[in-house]
């Protein structure tokens, strides 16, 4: 070919190797899309419904009520109305006792091991005189129970059968991220196996009790769910499905599992021992927030502030009011909520190493733990017998917002109080004062201040003045009301 020739016709051959280029560029994305597309498709859940369901199952409860004596239900009790329905219900029961009726009630549960061990709700079988577990295949069986665990309400139940049954495992609820999706497994008001999904919307929630740890999830959660797992896409139970939070008694999205964290160690112990075994420190203790340790002089708002020591492992071992808890068995203590999980998920007996903060020196004591459950059965009641003060008027002062006067007799008396407690009573509380918004009122009684004890109103204005010398803003007192201790740091102003 000639050279002009040849010339003429690069153009088209570079032509056309950009169109080639440039279709293969666009078959490359279209497919890449494709790809993506079907990455993002969600997968049907019905593979892992079908391979755990055979695992959750409807509880039936039936309970024995007593027969009514009144028109309870009918009219509001003290109506005008309420005779004329009482006799009227005399006429139709022609004299005879109120007949006891038969209650019952439905909840859900998954079961952990071929030999029949189930895990559902306190809430759900508690009072029951009999418990009938129905399985996904339909069969029914009789249920007695192992032990429960009001504190994290979950119970274990036991069913006796001649086959082995489908089960499901726990799995790490820690591991479980906010935004893992999840699937919830049950018997909503009633209507059978029913599934439903969502993620995990939040760890780590407390609702009211001592040893909270839930997981909220926004599947479906309606009555009748109680007791239910809460599944990850493992197939591994990361919960048990306990409350939910709503204006109307339906889902809105707004529901707890207890994790399965807290969960195994309660069913471990409950398949042991028949009841929880969970240890117990001995102190009260509040959280050390931002004014009390400016009050305390401590760098860092953390650990957990003891503000009682009775009878018990604690005391034995030397721990004292005042003293703020840093570290426990090791494991820094961030807050009074995770100081007690932590308390209470070790072994009774054991022997573990705190380290607190006293008089802003850290100190090591070792504390042989007791047993909380034995803690809280032990009644302890106290009589005064002391007999009125007649000496002459108690002294009054007013001192940061407080109205104070010592304790005498009639005030320990008057107020509850321990007749060997010393201290200053409150008598009046100035409504604009910090004191008043931090919560202290009348009949409060203050019996440190600055760490040390006050028994006198000079007392306290001593612990004032050694405050405002030291350079501190606030003083820290200890208040006690009905017994019940806390810190409070109030301000000392200029």
Same mark, same amino acid.
């Given at each position: 070919?000639?050279?002009? =020739? ?14 080639? *280029? *440039? ?87 998954f079961?952990i ?53 489908? /089960?499901?495992? /726990? ?20 209507q059978? /196996? ?7 919307? =939040? ?41 939910? *939070? ?23 112990? *409950? ?19 931002k ?13 957990a ?50 380290t ?20 809280d ?17 108690p ?22 109080? +321990? ?12 409504e ?16 440190? =201040? ?5 028994? =006198?109103?000079? +007392? ?11 350079g ?7 208040? @006690?009301?009905?017994?019940?201790? @806390? ?8």
């Amino acid at each position: 070919m000639q050279p002009q =020739a040849q010339a003429q016709a690069r153009p088209f051959q570079e032509a056309f190797v950009f169109r080639a *280029l *440039l279709l293969s560029l666009l078959t490359i994305a279209f497919i890449a899309v494709q790809a993506v597309t079907a990455f993002a498709k969600p997968e049907s859940l019905a593979p892992l419904a079908e391979q755990i369901s055979p695992s959750v199952v409807n509880i039936t409860t039936s309970t024995v009520v007593a027969g009514r004596t009144g028109p309870q239900g009918i009219v509001p009790e003290g109506s005008p109305f309420e005779d004329f329905f009482r006799e009227f219900q005399d006429r139709n029961n022609d004299g005879e006792e109120p007949r006891a009726r038969r209650s019952s009630a439905l909840g859900s549960g998954f079961v952990i091991s071929e030999d029949g061990f189930v895990v559902t709700n306190n809430h759900v079988i508690e009072g029951a005189d009999e418990i009938t577990i129905e399985f996904f295949s339909g069969e029914e069986l009789i249920a007695k129970v192992i032990g429960t665990d009001p504190k994290t309400d979950i119970a274990l139940l036991k069913v006796e059968t001649d086959t082995p049954l489908p /089960f499901v495992s /726990f799995g790490d609820s820690n591991a479980s991220r906010v935004g893992d999706w999840v699937i919830a497994m049950g018997n909503p008001l009633g209507q059978g /196996f029913s599934v439903s999904a969502g993620i995990v919307s =939040a760890r780590n929630r407390a609702l009211s009790g001592t040893y909270d740890d839930y997981i909220q999830t926004d599947a479906a959660i309606n009555r009748g769910n109680s007791g239910g797992p809460l599944f990850n896409m493992d197939g591994d139970v990361i919960g048990v499905n306990t409350a939910i *939070l709503s204006p109307n008694g339906g889902s809105i999205g707004i529901g707890f599992s207890m994790a399965s964290n807290v969960v195994t160690r309660v069913v471990d112990q *409950l398949k042991e021992f028949g009841e929880t075994r969970r240890g117990w420190l001995g102190v009260r203790i509040q959280d050390v927030t931002k004014d009390v340790a400016d009050a305390m002089g401590l760098d860092k708002a953390e650990g957990a502030l003891i503000t009682d020591v009775p009878e018990g492992p604690a005391k034995e071992a030397g721990l004292m009011t005042g003293d703020v808890i840093v570290s426990f068995d090791g494991v820094s203590v961030a807050d009074t909520r995770g100081l007690v999980r932590q308390v209470g998920n070790s072994p009774v007996g054991a022997a573990v190493r705190v380290t607190v903060l006293r008089e802003g020196k850290s100190q090591t004591i070792k504390v042989v733990l007791g047993r909380r459950e034995d803690a809280d059965s032990e009644a302890s009641a106290e009589t005064d017998d002391g007999a009125p003060d007649e000496g002459s008027e108690p002294e009054n002062k007013s001192i940061l917002g407080l109205t104070l006067t010592p304790l005498t007799d009639a005030l320990r008396e008057e107020l509850g109080a +321990d007749a060997t407690m010393e201290g200053l009573a409150v008598t009046e509380v100035d409504e604009a004062s910090e004191a008043y918004e931090k919560g202290l009122r009348s009949g409060d009684i203050i019996t440190e =201040a600055g760490q040390q004890k006050v028994s =006198a109103i000079d +007392d306290l204005e001593a612990r004032v003045k050694a405050a405002k010398d030291g350079g501190r803003k606030s003083l820290l007192l200890l208040v @006690r009301r009905a017994g019940d201790p @806390r810190f409070v740091a109030l301000s000392l102003g200029d």
